[in-house]
């Protein structure tokens, strides 16, 4: 049984930085696409960033580009998400999720995190 925990959301001003954590417990997580998505309030959970099982490829959503990074480390099965120069239009739930396809679609990751809140104050 595969279980996400994200960690890392809080209250923060803008242009801060932030970095979300999310351990997989369970077997081969070397062999998942690990992706992050959020969520704002009243609005549908969108794409933020994706990497590869290796860690050698990863995409970003345009409006996070330059200002996220992704990384993993698969000897800790744990994913991160780094973010910088925050906008209050980053404030959402963030989750992430684990896949066998490098896909931006939701319908691609089988298994997701319960979500972090992140809070950008302006």
């Known amino acids: 049984q595969v279980q996400l925990v994200e960690s890392g959301g809080r209250l923060v001003q803008a242009g801060d930085s932030l970095r979300l954590s999310c351990l997989h417990s369970?077997?081969?997580?070397?062999?998942?696409?690990m992706g992050w998505f959020r969520q704002a309030a009243g609005k549908e959970r969108e794409f933020v960033s994706l990497?590869?099982?290796?860690?050698?490829?990863?995409l970003f959503a345009e409006d996070v580009e330059g200002r996220f990074t992704i990384s993993r480390d698969n000897i800790k099965n744990t994913v991160y998400l780094e973010m910088n120069r925050l906008k209050p239009e980053d404030t959402a739930v963030y989750y992430c999720?684990?896949?066998?396809?490098?896909?931006?679609?939701?319908?691609?990751?089988?298994?997701w995190g319960q979500g972090t809140q992140v809070t950008v104050a302006s």
């Open positions: 999720a684990a896949g066998r396809k490098f896909s931006t679609s939701t319908s691609m990751y089988n298994y």
């Open positions: 369970g077997r081969n997580f070397g062999a998942l696409t």
């Open positions: 990497i590869s099982e290796s860690g050698g490829s990863s």
